[in-house]
């Protein structure tokens, strides 16, 4: 489609273009504008839970990776009041976990951080939850570390979406909310997940780890060491 | 042969659910319901049984307050935990009956007998305390009955031989206008219907301009308008009864007396539609109804009001189906009752698209409360635009309230809308009131010099709970005991809520025992706002609602608990000590962190 002929809403004050079903992350991410985010990804299909990526649609708030592009429509997004809202919502991701990013091999590679530190958060404020999440090392290939997760279930999504597979669900409810694997041991070396998954590629943040390549790239050389999160092109998001 | 054991009694249901995997929280409700519990077997049985991954149906199960995948007691006790029944002296029931049969609270008897905790309100709070045993409620608990409990547990008489007495759940109907006087004869409506035709059945329900009564307070004619002109390869309607808003009991009573009415309301909303099945989505709790409204079900079908060719017309077929909850407030909300229905976790879809146009298997659906259909029986009879005279401007009909609390009469009273909360308080025989909290946990509480507002959409919209509350309460013990409702009934889908409504939790457990300062006041203040604009769904949004109202409007609850000047943490190193000093049998000063200091 020509690029004149798109409609276009306005996000802090700029023109986006956007085509028919776009989101407005979808069409502000086409147009190179990051709004913060962590449980989208622009290859699956929307689903709105972890909020980061909220902003002011004609002055009521809603999370833009849910909410249809219209033609006129006013986003605000860049804005003191949401950046302090989401810091919150942050802060309350890393309570819920236990995140250690000093020890975490995910350093410098996780959105979680790299996010954090793009809102400019200097503390976890909130009393942590401290839950007690075993590890699973069962798998020769791969580590699961469910302290790091944030329950954005993109793993979920890509097992059963792209890999035709069902290797991650949740389960629980409420704060009591975990990830599960597809197996009666409960150990993901008794589930069919392999290494070529989408969803051994997808976690954005420190539980699905590759054994044995911890730290093969220094503390200092990863991703979001280079360029903050924002400035990151699209094509990297599946690190 | 493990397996085996669990095949024996899920073949049945399996067969009686034709292996639809869309009936899988039915499955595992009668599984539980045979077995005591999800036991992993059964689990591996029903994935190859339904073609479903193992981990969906943990999932499922793990979703749900009223299914277990471990071993529960043989008697399954859950006291009703809504503030109604606290103030009628629940906890200190709880705790006798803990001490009487030697069991600690959320935990299963070392002999594997009994298993003891607390669930959200159950909705008998108007003859509370009240209690679920194997999910079957029993009333009006004192120290004398939770005794008698307790010796017919120990002594393992099954629930289905104890005393009539414990099961004999009351009305309590105290006053009645159009609906509940109307004594309503079965097929009447649908004969209204089959002489005017659908489409007039539909002008006077929307001429009736009556609004759902759930508490949203959408048109129902316009609902049902929006989904019979949707596309889609079937329509279906849906009754919510998942009656879950703390102090809200109005359906238990309209389920047990005016069934036929519901039901038949459902089936003119089938034909205005286009619907050829309907669902029933009874809360989990109100178990003990079902057989029942299956009985209900059954005359209906016999009296050619349900099933094929309804009175003889061709091309009318309508058929309703019970489905079951299983321990989750979440489920009221639309389109989570509808997740529930298709056997998923109960979590709340982005809307739009609305069920109107994508609802139960991505089809037109129509989503009413029990009270509605009623209504809608007695508008197809009575003609929309006598309805319409009745209540005000805007909110035309009557409204079924729940009254329970501190007053003399607690119960139904139905209402034109517009009457005053001071008109309620008075009727009901309330003495000495401090508050009302109407609508529920999510809805608003009134401080006296509003008792003159209105029960009606432009005023005080409500679901239909009323719950009083006179001088010697505490309101700031009201709100935390909606904030732990809310922290136990968030689904987790969204971080603001999942862990937003847990924060608070703890923040109002922190003043409760004395750390909290002025700086944990203006914590609960932020966290409530950030979670009125970041959640999911309804139940985010109105988890902040009780601690908002009660600091706006009984502020000095809160400002006594603020005792301390500066900051303090809410964790007490001493009592992190508390292990240690169990596990080495200390407890002299040198084990306590303060003392210690003290002695020297």
Redesign the interface.
Known sequence: MNQDKLETFTLDGQPIPFSAGQTIIQAAMAAGVYIPHLCFHPEFK?H?????C?VKVNGR?T?SC?YFAQANLVVESNITELND?RR??LQ??F??GNHFCPSCEKSGDCQLQATAYELKMMSPH??H?FPDRPVDATHPDYLLDFNRC??CSLCVRASRDVDGK????????????HL?????SGNLVDTDFSSTDKAAHICPVGVILKKRVGFAVPIGQRRFDAQPISAQPLSKEDV | MASQIHAAYLDPILTRYQHNPHHLLQILREAQEYFGYIHTDAMGYLSQQLSLPRAKIAGVAGFYSFLSDRPQGEYRVLFSDNITDRMLGSVDLMTQFCAQLWVEAGKVSEDGLLSVATTSCTGLCDQGPAMLVNNIAINRLTPERTTAIAELIRERVPVSAWPALFFAIEDNIQRKDILLNGEFQSGTALAALLQCGDEAILREIQVSKLRGRGGAGFSTGKKWEFCRDAQGDAHYVVCNADEGEPGTFKDRVLLNRYADQVFEGMTLCARVIGAKLGFLYLRGEYRYLLAHLQVVLQQRRSQNLLGKSILGQADFDFDIDIHLGAGAYVCGEESALIESLEGKRGTPRNRPPFPVTNGYLNQPTVVNNVETFAAASLIALKGGEWYASIGTAVSSGTKILSVSGDCARPGLYEYPFGVTVGQVLADCGAQDTQAVQISGASGICLAPAEFNRQIAFEDIPTAGALMVFDQSRDMFEVARNFVHFFAHESCGFCTPCRVGTSLLANMMDKLAQGHGSPYDFAEIEKLNTLLQSTSHCGLGHAACNPVLDTIAKFRPAYQKRLIHHEFVPAFDLDHALLQARQMTGRDDSGAHLERSDESR
């Open positions: 929307p709105g839970s972890c909020k980061l909220t708030q999370a849910t809202e919150a919502l309350m991701l309570v819920e909130f009393d939850f944030i329950l069902a290797v991650f669900a949740l389960s629980g409810r409420g704060i009591n909310s599960i694997v597809n197996a009666e």
